[in-house]
């Protein structure tokens, strides 16, 4: 590999992270498995009481 294309190759790959960075985070918090049954199991033992009007 010349000198050319690998300085070109490390310039794009640090240009590419650099605009990951500034990209938007729309992922959400990843939950493991076991907590979402804990929070399952929570909410099934605390029923939500709506007030009827």
């Known amino acids: ?3 050319r294309k690998k300085l070109n ?3 794009k ?7 990951a960075k500034l990209a938007p985070k729309n992922k959400d918090k990843y939950i493991s498995k076991a907590d979402r049954l804990k929070l399952a199991a929570e909410s099934a033992q605390n029923p939500v009481v ?3 009007s």
């Not at 790959?13 to 605009?19: G, I």
């Open 50 to 52: 709506t007030p009827e």
């Open 13 to 19: 790959a640090n240009a590419k992270k650099a605009s």
């Open 1 to 3: 590999m010349n000198r």
């Open 9 to 11: 190759q490390i310039l």
